[in-house]
């Protein structure tokens, strides 16, 4: 019995750290097999199949920031600020349904990261999680804002905690409400690995990906070319790690794309900052009114982490969004956009009609705190 576990344990992580490998090197042999696969995804009713991903544009500015890189910005609509910031290798385009949807009520602020979609390189190669803080901070001073909801994917959310860190007096202040959308608090590469290996092999599979971007660094043009060459498995694996069980294929390609665009180079210097931190004692002095969403199928940062920040933080309340990924932004963005409004309202809209009063979300315990929980066909 035992060595059976043993053996169907091995045989599973040894799958799942393949298309892991097609998710992290972009590398594939492109066999029939797979682009059958791809091509029966692809080919299921899709309700988003004519959403025009990618194409929504704001007035456009371009902001210098701390250290002289430039992010490029878009900005949409009027009235009370909401500031979005995205996930690694993604850009700002992959917030579509919120560009598309909330400038109709707010003043929607997005920006590319440095290294990401049409912002510059920082000349001198920081992409440090200190650097992501300074450039939100950038971004919130450009604003002109006093009060803005700061709502944050993943690395995004991960760069307003370490901001909150280094500048504690923008929070409850500039910062006056938190969104943390398949966000974490620590070490991003933990919680991938452990999604998707036996415990035994986790320190394996991480030396592993350590390897494959050291090598993303050493000869990014190799690189770029084997990424090409695995663009079907590329595709599945952001169906496996980026979505639920029946993610639209229109959805899915498109966040492909998207991490396809984002230079194998960047990707290197950029993965460094995403492990080996430990931001709890932030989340032990974080006392702000936030929402910590989360897909109950994010395998890259999954429920437990949510969980523990929504516990940690004064003023957070829990949102599980049902078979939903790590993309639950655009799997869910009726639910999600819908909680941004309505959280928005609190912080903001009603702060300014109270005489700017700090707005309070309720504070609730332990298993409580799970506040709202999408449950699918409701």
Excluded at 84 to 97: E, I, K, M, N, R
Excluded at 347 to 368: E, K, S, T, W, Y
Aim: some cysteine; aromatic content about 6%.
């Amino acid at each position: 019995m035992a060595e059976a576990e043993r053996t169907r344990t091995s045989l599973t992580a040894r799958g799942v750290g393949m298309v892991l490998g097609g998710l992290v090197l972009g590398i594939g042999a492109g066999i029939a097999a797979e682009r059958a696969l791809v091509g029966r995804d692809q080919r299921r009713d899709d309700p988003e199949a004519g959403e025009p991903f990618g194409e929504l544009r704001g007035a456009p500015a371009t902001l210098v920031s701390h250290d002289g890189t430039e992010l490029e910005i878009e900005d949409f609509g009027s009235g009370p600020c909401l500031v979005f910031s995205h996930g690694f290798s993604l850009t700002q385009d992959a917030w579509h349904y919120q560009r598309r949807d909330l400038p109709a009520e707010f003043r929607c602020v997005f920006f590319d990261q440095r290294g990401h979609g049409r912002s510059g390189r920082p000349a001198n190669l920081d992409y440090s999680l200190d650097a992501f803080a300074g450039d939100l901070r950038a971004v919130l001073e450009w604003t002109g804002e006093e009060r803005v909801v700061l709502v944050a994917h993943s690395m995004g959310g991960i760069a307003a905690l370490k901001l909150a860190e280094l500048w504690p007096q923008e929070i409850g202040t500039r910062i006056a409400g938190l969104v943390l959308v398949d966000s974490t608090y620590a070490d991003a590469l933990k919680g991938m690995s452990a999604a998707v290996t036996a415990r035994g092999a986790l320190t394996v599979q991480r030396a592993a990906i350590k390897a494959a971007f050291h090598f993303f660094g050493a000869d990014p043009v190799r690189a770029n070319q084997l990424r090409r060459r695995g663009s079907d498995l590329g595709y599945l694996g952001t169906r496996m790690f980026g979505f639920g069980s029946n993610p639209s294929p229109s959805q899915v390609a498109f966040v492909d794309r998207v991490l396809a665009g984002t230079d194998v180079e960047v990707w290197a210097r950029v993965f460094p900052s995403l492990i080996d931190f430990d931001m709890s004692e932030v989340l032990d002095h974080l006392d702000l009114p936030t929402v910590v969403a989360v897909g109950d199928k994010d395998r890259l940062t999954p429920v437990a982490s949510a969980r523990h920040m929504a516990e940690k933080i004064g003023g957070a309340r829990l949102l599980v969004l049902e078979d939903a990924g790590h993309n639950a932004f655009l799997e869910e963005h009726e639910v999600l956009d819908a909680e941004i409004a309505a959280f928005a309202r609190e912080v903001l809209v009603a702060a300014r009609r109270g005489g700017r009063r700090r707005a309070r979300v309720p504070r609730l315990a332990g298993a409580d705190r799970v506040a709202l929980r999408r449950v699918r066909g409701s």
